[in-house]
């Protein structure tokens, strides 16, 4: 299985080879903010992710670090420092995915403009 993304302006590309795991979308307010609403990302193991161009990485929190373009803004990566897997947005896909939503995660910080109403779980 193969994946293909890219920021916006597309000097960020990256390849995620592998079986995607963790399909969600995250309603946390880190993401919340950094995306401007949600942010959807399915992970796999850093090996199997390639990442052409150099995304610029923010650290936001003691365990955590999210990258994003330099250039165009936007928000591609989110990397935990001890457990070897990249998360990667799946909005910046090319073409279909294939993958289907398992879970809303961090329900309890989301916006209160919106409801969650598609019987996906939520945690
Ligand atoms: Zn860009
Ligand atoms: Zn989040």
Same mark, same amino acid.
């Given at each position: 299985m193969s994946l293909k993304g890219s920021c916006l302006c597309g000097a960020i590309r990256f390849e995620a080879t592998g079986e995607p795991q963790g399909v969600s979308v995250c309603h946390c307010g880190q993401c919340r903010r950094m995306s401007g609403h949600l942010w959807s990302s399915a992970y796999v193991k850093d090996a199997e992710l390639t990442i052409q161009g150099e995304p610029q990485w923010y650290v936001s929190s003691e365990t955590a670090k999210r990258g994003f373009c330099? *250039?165009? $803004?936007?928000f591609l990566f989110w990397k935990h420092n001890a457990e070897g897997t990249t998360s990667f947005a799946l $909005? !910046? @896909?090319?073409?279909? *995915?294939g993958l289907t939503l398992q879970k809303h995660i961090?329900? !309890?910080?989301? $916006?209160? +403009? +919106?409801? @969650? !109403?598609?019987?996906v779980e939520q945690r």
């Open positions: 330099p *250039t165009c $803004g936007s $909005g !910046a @896909i090319d073409g279909p *995915t961090f329900t !309890a910080d989301k $916006g209160d +403009y +919106y409801d @969650i !109403a598609d019987g």
